[in-house]
């Protein structure tokens, strides 16, 4: 396979579950690299003796992650085909990356959102608030601009080419739907594919506390409804 394809991992105290999410991503990936978010825990050792390459990001947030991961692979002289955004918490299954991945390669689609369908989910997977807020938010989507999602689900590929011109901005919750409607606006083609879910490793800091749902909700409905006024 002549593409190059580089993962991004934001992690945050996942000391317990990184290990395995890096021990399972196809061999097909040239670097995996990690961004310990802030964390207080061995998050940092565990990744690097794994493999990965990791980075530190003082500023807590899913899109401050995701751009200093953006930020270091900037730098570097050989650029990657394909970004792929997965969870450090073991809840995607890693050894999936290879379907998500193949429109891109396959059909020469821009972006691949893994879609995490009910019949493929563990019980429990996924909270109330986020399976409340996945529904809104695609169904606002459909509405304001009738895109075809069911999920703003974390693990996806993108063509990096293609994340570069999205410009991405947001620093927290909303990282997910901002490259989403961003995707729409500029009319890439896209695709979801279903994927496996199961119980993360330890609490979620976002579904897992009444604060952080919140917050994501708010922060998710604040980028579609920026959006449909542009």
Not at 1 to 7: C, D, Q
Not at 82 to 87: A, E, P, Q, W
Not at 142 to 151: G, M, Q, R
Not at 158 to 180: A, C, H, R, S
């Amino acid at each position: 396979m002549s593409e190059k394809i580089i993962v991004i991992i934001p992690a945050f105290n996942e000391e317990a579950s990184i290990g395995k999410v890096i021990q399972e991503i196809p061999e097909i990936v040239s670097e995996i690299i990690v961004v310990s978010n802030n964390s207080t825990d061995s998050t940092a050792e565990v990744a690097k003796n794994a493999g990965a390459t990791v980075l530190f990001e003082a500023n807590k947030g899913y899109g401050y992650a995701c751009l200093k991961g953006l930020d270091y692979i900037s730098k570097k002289s050989e650029k990657p085909e394909i970004i792929v955004f997965l969870d450090g918490d073991y809840s995607d299954y890693p050894a999936e990356l290879t379907q998500i991945i193949e429109p891109i390669l396959s059909d020469n689609i821009d972006m691949v959102i893994g879609s995490r369908v009910s019949r493929w989910r563990e019980k429990g997977a996924m909270t109330f608030p986020q399976r409340f807020g996945n529904g809104l938010a695609t169904s606002l989507m459909k509405l304001f601009f009738n895109a075809n999602f069911t999920d703003l689900g974390p693990f996806r590929a993108i063509k990096y080419n293609k994340l570069l011109q999205l410009n991405m901005q947001d620093k927290t919750y909303g990282w997910t739907v901002e490259m989403q409607l961003k995707a729409i606006k500029q009319n890439l083609t896209y695709i979801e594919v279903p994927v496996h879910y199961k119980n993360r490793i330890g609490v979620s800091k976002v579904s897992g506390t009444i604060k952080g749902a919140i917050f994501a909700g708010v922060k998710i409905l604040t980028w579609i409804f920026k959006y449909s006024f542009k």
